[in-house]
């Protein structure tokens, strides 16, 4: 059967996109206003990067455990209980309104994402036929990218407006109806297995190769997203929102299109292009800052990461069968995380050292490890699109 006459759009592939949505709607709100929760708290800045650290700690230790728990078959069970996860801790943080509480809901709250983001990956990697997987895959990432777009915004706005209450409430709703709308889907059973636990199979080798580019990558991406408002600031240029509205938009438009050009000429053109997209907007900040390259860089950096993560997703899943498709996606989804955080981590201590124009000059360094392990292990392993294509020619 031809690309074209191979359906992708469904009731389930429709569900679980907007499910993930209303997950990194729950997760960004949060993520953006819990600062300003630790400081209403009595906490302070040090505090709030704590509950960050611990937060992102947490996901990535279970990311692996829930990957070998998706490839026993129980796909249903594990994102039920990352959805109700999500949905009271909000509620835990609004009726348990204590230091001490705040720090514990903010762990399980990082597990839960874990448990509700690596299902629903998972999830759209059964549904998504084969044909047309990396443009599917794309398709799925609209859902972050939309949420990564308004989320934060909107979590703002409401605190700023209505008070703690109500964005704690909108946060649960939204987990909630998530909930709801998975318990309408039909999904076909994956068979259950008694799968052995190992430590080696919580890592998914055919997805190494993806995901170690993505993590390089990650560095970068963490390092913008943590400081590239206060570089703003610092230089006395547009604000840091008009810069992530700008990235936002460019990372939609490039995300509607990358998974029908990765299906077609495969993803090695993003690993090449986003990486130089990501490497000359540091480059622009770092060395001739002003309010035109400024905003150059978020359009090239919407570009970077709109184009290269769901490439090296798809990348990271497209071997994998029903019984690892949990472990692949844990595996990318682990090295994105460790990425951003090690990102901002190393960003830090360069502004500290030697301030941010030169932080954004030799962080742009990893875009070009990023390509060199690409070309290294990347595009001549079985799991790569190109290589694939590269061999029917």
Not at 101 to 117: D, E, I, K, Q, W
Not at 150 to 170: I, N, S, T, Y
Request: charged share 10%; aromatic share 12%; glycine share 8%.
């Amino acid at each position: 059967m031809s690309e074209k006459n191979v359906k992708l759009w469904n009731k389930n592939f429709i569900l679980i996109i907007v499910i993930n949505f209303l997950v990194f709607i729950n997760h960004l709100m949060i993520l953006s206003t819990f600062p300003f929760y630790i400081e209403y708290l009595g906490g302070t800045e040090a505090q709030a990067g704590l509950a960050a650290a611990l937060f992102s700690i947490v996901a990535v230790l279970f990311r692996p455990l829930i990957g070998w728990m998706l490839d026993t078959g129980r796909r249903k069970v594990i994102l039920v209980i990352g959805l109700c996860g999500m949905a009271l801790m909000p509620l835990g943080y609004l009726f348990l309104a204590s230091f001490f509480m705040a720090f514990v809901c903010r762990m399980v709250h990082g597990a839960s994402l874990a448990f509700s983001n690596t299902s629903t990956s998972t999830i759209a990697t059964d549904i998504i036929p084969r044909q047309r997987f990396a443009e599917g895959m794309g398709m799925f990432g609209l859902a972050t990218a939309l949420a990564t777009a308004c989320a934060p915004a909107l979590g703002l706005a409401v605190m700023d407006r209505m008070g703690f209450r109500a964005l704690f409430l909108l946060a649960f709703a939204s987990a909630a109806a998530a909930l709801i709308l998975f318990l309408l889907m039909r999904l076909e059973p994956i068979p259950q297995t008694h799968k052995a636990f190992q430590l080696r199979g919580l890592i998914n080798k055919d997805s190494i190769p993806a995901s170690l580019t993505a993590l390089i990558f990650m560095f970068t991406y963490g390092a913008l997203e943590n400081f590239a408002a206060k570089f703003a600031v610092s230089e006395s240029l547009p604000s840091g929102g008009i810069f992530f509205a700008i990235m936002s938009l460019v990372l939609l438009l490039t995300r509607i299109t990358t998974g029908k050009v990765t299906d077609k000429r495969g993803e090695g053109i993003f690993a090449y292009t986003c990486n130089l997209a990501m490497f000359a907007a540091f480059l622009l900040m770092g060395l001739m800052p002003n309010t035109v390259t400024f905003l150059l860089s978020a359009v090239l950096a919407g570009y970077g990461f709109g184009g290269l993560e769901p490439a090296l997703q798809s990348m990271a899943v497209s071997l994998a069968t029903p019984e690892t498709r949990g472990a692949a996606n844990s595996t990318f989804l682990c090295a994105y995380d460790i990425g951003i955080g090690l990102g901002g981590g190393i960003a830090e201590t360069l502004i500290s050292q030697v301030g941010y124009r030169e932080m954004f000059v030799i962080m742009s360094a990893f875009n070009i490890l990023s390509i060199l392990i690409y070309i290294l292990i990347g595009r001549r392993h079985p799991s790569s699109f190109s290589y694939r294509l590269r061999k029917e020619h």
